[in-house]
């Protein structure tokens, strides 16, 4: 019979009992923690053990929630439209709701060449009004693209700054409202309508931090078959990133410098400088 003894002088090591020690709190803050109050970036998420706390991952679930559901979030001209009544230089103008030839939400994502041709209806009806209407030096189209919910919130405030800045200068064509609409409509739409300009206020792609960025999209002498080389983009409107104040200051500048050199896209260079704001110093 085996003896297994572990007391002293038995001839073996003494066994040790390792225990777990009493978890506490087991997540650990993050020594960044006091920069998240300048960006809502995820930094300094903090951790436990080699994972992310409980709160910071559900967080990110629920950002990643609100993304799917703005991109399926469906877009209603019409309801849309009745809010822009109360924009006083959008009611001297009109608005014209048009669409492409995307009919359901499967196709809007799955074939975007769709979105970027009018609708058979839509097209005549614009052709009809080119020529019974002076022509124009910018039409401005709103298109849900992939991001209703930036749409509705974004596009309101920002034509409420922009318009004015226009309104000395720029022979503004109807606003153009279209749902399941993408970039690139706004060729077609600019070439039918014999604008010099075209401006696209579309919803991007919903993002983890945001999920309702709007973008601007310029285009000089839009006709079928530009890349989006001629395009110039401002992107990331909204409060947390480029306000509608900004924004609009910004867009009038690469309108007006487009058309002074008759080039956009690539060859138009962004040096717009927007006002510095004062912001408390972050501490040491």
């Given amino acids: 019979m085996n003896n297994h003894r572990t007391g002293k002088g038995s001839g073996h090591s003494k066994l040790r009992h390792v225990g777990t020690r009493a978890p506490g709190h087991s997540s650990v803050p993050d020594p960044w923690q006091s920069l998240r109050r300048w960006t809502p970036a995820r930094i300094a998420l903090g951790r436990a053990g080699g994972s992310l706390p409980t709160h910071a991952l559900l967080d990110f679930r629920l950002a990643h929630a609100r993304a799917i559901d703005a991109v399926y979030q469906l877009f209603d001209p019409d309801d849309f439209a009745r809010t822009?009544?109360?924009?006083?230089?959008?009611?001297?103008?009109?608005?014209?709701?048009v669409t492409t030839g995307v009919t359901s939400m499967h196709?809007?994502?799955?074939?975007?060449?769709?979105?970027?041709?009018?609708?058979?209806?839509?097209?005549?009806?614009?052709?009809?009004?080119?020529?019974?209407?002076?022509?124009?030096?910018?039409?401005?189209?709103?298109?849900?693209g992939l991001s209703a919910l930036a749409v509705q919130k974004q596009v309101p405030p920002l034509l409420t700054h922009l318009l004015p800045l226009l309104a000395t200068d720029w022979k503004l064509?109807?606003?153009?409202?279209?749902?399941?609409?993408?970039?690139?409509?706004?060729?077609?739409?600019?070439?039918?309508?014999?604008?010099?300009?075209?401006?696209?206020?579309?919803?991007?792609?919903?993002?983890?931090i945001g999920p309702d960025s709007l973008s601007a999209y310029i285009v000089y002498n839009p006709a079928p078959g530009n890349t989006d080389a001629n395009r110039n983009c401002i992107s990331n409107i909204r409060p947390d990133g480029l306000n509608p104040?900004?924004?609009?200051?910004?867009?009038?500048?690469?309108?007006?410098?487009?058309?002074?050199?008759?080039?956009?896209?690539?060859?138009?260079?962004?040096e717009h400088v927007l006002a510095v704001r004062p912001r408390p110093s972050i501490p040491a």
């Fill in 84 to 97: 822009l009544t109360s924009i006083a230089d959008l009611n001297q103008l009109g608005t014209i709701l």
């Fill in 107 to 144: 196709a809007h994502l799955q074939r975007p060449d769709w979105g970027r041709r009018l609708s058979d209806e839509s097209r005549q009806r614009l052709e009809t009004l080119a020529t019974t209407s002076p022509r124009c030096d910018l039409v401005i189209i709103v298109a849900d």
């Fill in 245 to 270: 104040t900004d924004a609009a200051a910004k867009i009038v500048h690469l309108l007006k410098e487009a058309r002074r050199r008759r080039i956009s896209g690539v060859a138009l260079k962004d």
């Fill in 173 to 208: 064509a109807p606003l153009i409202v279209v749902r399941f609409g993408r970039v690139a409509l706004q060729d077609q739409v600019g070439s039918i309508l014999d604008t010099t300009f075209a401006l696209t206020l579309i919803g991007e792609r919903p993002g983890l």
